[in-house]
């Protein structure tokens, strides 16, 4: 089937090749499993089960940046794929050589509008790294100020939309023809792709990012995001400070740079939790390569393409969560799965039991996140419950910052840190900045409600003059009469007293 796919005639050639990549590593048997094949070839090695997740990521490499992106999301997806599909796909790499710079310069100089020999003091051709959608150089301002060029590979974004189109395509088909894999929800599974991808070719969004970022943490001084710079940015090339630090990959590093691990840990967990927690826009990769510690034991945020948002709604479930957890409460923790997995179709009860299980592991007692979430997700799986994709980006960046925090201070306890965070947390809901649009939202209402009054009550006397002259009532019917007028009245003056008390606030808090 997948040869003989109807596709626009722009993105044959793009299909051909990856028909020609499953091929050679032998994903036959894996099209055949999604519905896209009648039969695997009959070759050695094609129905090796136990090397399919190997072929599947070194054929996900091959393919791109796309499926390198896919198979980073499906590595996400401890709820519905077994643990040595995930351990496979948690290798994958966006691996590529570098160019030379010849090949980028036009890129770089329809995007400056002049040579970077022109626009910056120095340029170096010489690369600082490469993957497979950009390719980073080091220039210095006329100020002396150290940059990095983010510059786009050429031809990748024609290259990649194809890809997205023919991806939507097959999960169309999947999800139609199988109904193992439907649990996965491909079709929406490529729409998160799709917007990630979309989202990470355009250069400026990863500076609207780090802008945003900024101002979230514009009162800690501990932490740094590179300043953008608008002028040469654009959607091919992204222009921001360079910012020498050190990796956290390991404490001996960092003390012999004169950097506190155990600060840098607790920068670090303080800094996503606020992020998830508070802020609702978060580091969705918080891995080594994208932290950098500095002097003073601060913390650089870099690579910030893809940026996770949180609701509000979901900042409180993932709270009843946590505390349902470490609270010891099986059926507070049950009752926050069953909104998690509504569209599932799991029985309450298979869901408590999932609850009761995880309690039994990890309640009541100090929260190793890691070990939970690797418990938790396979549970899920076996239960047949599918968390929405968002939770599982929150789920898959604490779980990274957990690893990273464990690997430069052994020990360190993020459930404590998640803890310290509930101070900060009910800060932020008291202070004037939260709960000042809804203050203004009650009271737009309110003089809405004090437009329409005048024609309501026109309504009201209207409606009472044109009634019947007769009126037969008994007893009771005068008393239920009389008791709604005085629910009317006691809701007129409850509203009085709020409109009064609502000004004073507003005075005060404007004065």
């Known amino acids: 089937m997948i040869k003989t796919l109807m596709v626009a005639a722009r993105d044959r050639n793009r299909l051909a090749e990856i028909t020609s990549i499953a091929t050679r590593y032998g994903l036959d048997v894996l099209l055949v499993r999604l519905g896209l094949e009648a039969k695997a070839r009959d070759v050695d090695g094609a129905m090796d089960a136990d090397t399919l997740p190997h072929r599947t990521r070194l054929a996900l490499e091959a393919l791109g940046p796309t499926f390198v992106k896919l198979g980073q999301i499906l590595a996400t997806r401890a709820d519905l794929l077994p643990p040595h599909w995930i351990a496979e796909l948690e290798h994958l790499h966006s691996r590529a050589p570098t160019l030379p710079f010849e090949t980028l310069r036009p890129e770089v100089e329809l995007a400056l509008g ?53 991806i939507a395509h097959l999960a169309t088909i999947v999800e139609n ?186 309640g009541g007692q100090r929260l190793i996140l890691s070990a939970m979430v690797a418990d938790f997700l396979p549970l899920l799986r076996n239960e047949g419950l599918v968390l929405p994709p968002d939770l599982l980006l929150i789920f898959k960046a604490l779980v990274t910052v957990d690893g990273v925090l464990a690997g430069i201070e052994p020990g360190f306890d993020l459930s404590a840190a998640m803890r310290r965070s509930y101070t900060r947390i009910l800060a932020a809901r008291l202070s004037p900045g939260s709960w000042g649009p809804a203050l203004g939202a009650v009271l737009w209402e309110i003089a809405k409600v004090g437009d329409d009054a005048p024609r309501l009550i026109r309504a009201a006397v209207q409606k009472l003059e044109s009634g019947p002259a007769k009126v037969d009532t008994s007893e009771k019917d005068i008393a239920q009469a009389i008791a709604a007028t005085g629910r009317w009245v006691g809701m007129a003056i409850l509203l009085a007293g709020a409109t009064i008390g609502f000004g004073v606030i507003v005075a005060a808090f404007l004065r």
């Open 177 to 362: 023809a199988n109904a193992d894999a439907r649990r996965f929800a491909p079709v929406a599974m490529v729409r998160q792709l799709a917007q990630a991808v979309l989202e990470e070719l355009d250069f400026s969004n990863e500076g609207r990012n780090a802008d945003r970022l900024r101002d979230d943490f514009s009162g800690n001084e501990k932490l740094v995001v590179p300043e953008i710079h608008w002028e040469w940015t654009s959607e091919a090339l992204l222009v921001m400070d360079y910012v020498d630090g050190v990796p956290p990959r390991d404490g001996d590093t960092l003390r012999a740079a004169g950097i506190d691990p155990a600060e840098i840990a607790s920068l670090s967990a303080d800094v996503v939790l606020d992020m998830v927690l508070i802020n609702g826009r978060f580091h969705a990769d918080p891995h080594p390569g994208n932290l950098l510690c500095l002097p003073g034991n601060r913390l650089a945020l870099l690579d910030l393409g893809m940026i996770g948002h949180v609701s509000p709604r979901r900042r409180e479930e993932f709270l009843s969560f946590v505390q349902s957890l470490t609270s010891g409460d099986p059926g507070a923790l049950a009752d926050t799965l069953a909104i998690w997995s509504k569209d599932s179709g799991v029985p309450r009860d298979r869901i408590l039991l999932a609850a009761e299980q995880l309690v039994a592991r990890h």
């Open 114 to 166: 002049q040579p970077p020999e022109a626009a910056f003091a120095s340029f170096d051709a010489t690369p600082l790294a490469a993957a497979s959608m950009a390719q980073v150089h080091k220039a210095v301002l006329a100020d002396g100020r150290p940059v990095v060029l983010k510059i786009r590979r050429p031809g990748i974004r024609p290259v990649m939309e194809a890809d997205l189109r023919l």
